[in-house]
């Protein structure tokens, strides 16, 4: 299976490009679907059609799907949300706030990403399109597995051993409900699942993200920020999409703004180079339905294949030098002064700004040291050496 992720910032027209490359690859006979994992769903206006929570065929060859996020979430976590409802309970918080408060925010919108995997499973579709929530949500759920099985891997060997001592003490000395052996087998089983959709999602022979922008200045500079991030994190980005692009026969108020993005234009090409740039105009009207969906297809992609890989570029790597081993990141749009790096053992801690990433290392790396870190081709060399013997 072949895996698109569509991101952007909210507006740029993110779930008609989405729609738009999913119609055109089942116009080139792949069997494919396109699911919305967010919140908002307009992929269903889009396509002009009404979804459900199931694939539903609207097109030959395609299928589309808006995700009931609560259903996932009560299906993956229901166990450990039901607990939690009960020592909220226990503990005298009302009853309305007991399913409010059982539940971790963020985890609704992430378990909607359960359907990837399930769909990556089955493998009945040839490609899978996905219209991502916008660009800053969809950043914090990419990044939410990793935490998720950093806390498992810490915490629940040591829950489990402690509760195997303290479930029958507790159990004659207090009513407080103590969480059983099904209640962490099923948080285990849910993070397990998401890690899985992480591993896909990263995998780069299967999938590739492609950030949707408009011509203007907070707009291109949230998509220089989501290739950093996303190259963070591992993703691989194979194209980026400037859409709504005014026409040169524009007056009046557009003429201005047909300027603005002209100046921006240029700029683009070199901000995301080699990178390369599909582009589309602006429609004079709404894009909704196959009819108009396909005009738009055939303005980004021409003859060219949407499913294909449009850019395969550097990964993280790693090295063997004379003294050690180099660890590559590719980082585009970071500076030596917004990286941070913080290493524990067989992890390394790369934060840019806001944003921090655990990078799990291979055993070469663990025994080793991080000394130094300089940027390369907007990349980031860590550089690793043994460390010096004290005394």
Not at 173 to 184: E, G
Not at 317 to 338: M, N, Y
Not at 344 to 356: C, Q
């Amino acid at each position: 299976m072949r895996i698109l992720f569509y991101t952007g910032k909210g507006g740029v027209g993110k779930t008609s490009v989405a729609a738009a490359t999913a119609l055109r690859c089942a116009q080139r006979g792949y069997r494919t679907i396109v699911l919305s994992t967010d919140a908002a769903h307009s992929l269903g206006d889009s396509l002009g059609v009404e979804l459900r929570a199931e694939p539903l065929l609207v097109a030959p060859n395609l299928w589309a799907q808006e995700i009931n996020a609560l259903h996932e979430l009560e299906s993956s976590w229901g166990e450990v949300s039901k607990y939690l409802a009960d020592l909220l309970a226990w503990q005298g918080v009302e009853t309305i706030a007991q399913g409010e408060l059982s539940v971790i925010p963020g985890t609704e919108e992430l378990f909607s990403l359960l359907q990837i995997k399930r769909h990556f499973d089955e493998q009945k579709y040839d490609v899978l399109v996905v219209d991502a929530a916008p660009t800053g949500e969809t950043l914090r759920l990419l990044s939410l597995p990793d935490i998720m099985r950093w806390w498992i891997s810490r915490l629940f060997p040591i829950a489990r051993a402690l509760l195997k001592v303290v479930r029958p003490v507790a159990k004659r000395v207090t009513d407080m409900p103590i969480a059983d052996d099904d209640v962490l087998a099923s948080a285990q089983q849910a993070i397990d699942a998401l890690v899985d959709v992480r591993n896909i999602l990263t995998d780069q022979q299967v999938t590739t993200a492609r950030i949707v922008m408009n011509l203007e200045k907070m707009v291109i500079r949230e998509a220089q920020r989501s290739l950093t991030y996303l190259s963070l994190f591992g993703y691989a980005v194979d194209a980026v999409v400037v859409n709504r692009i005014l026409p040169l026969d524009v007056d009046g108020h557009f003429s201005s703004w047909r300027a603005m993005q002209q100046e921006y234009a240029p700029q683009v090409n070199e901000m995301f180079e080699p990178l390369p740039i599909l582009r589309a105009p602006h429609f004079s009207r709404e894009i909704v339905g196959t009819e108009l969906l396909s005009t738009l297809a055939d303005k980004l992609f021409a003859d060219v294949d949407p499913a294909a890989f449009l850019y395969q570029g550097p990964v993280q790597r790693v090295e063997k030098t004379a003294g050690g081993f180099d660890l590559i990141v590719p980082l585009p749009f970071a500076s030596e002064d917004q990286v941070h790096l913080a290493q524990n053992a067989d992890e390394l801690l790369i934060s840019v700004g806001w944003h921090r990433h655990r990078i799990v290392l291979p055993q070469s790396l663990a025994r080793l040291r991080a000394q130094d870190a300089y940027f390369e081709d907007e990349a980031l060399r860590v550089i690793f050496r043994r460390a010096a013997a004290v005394g």
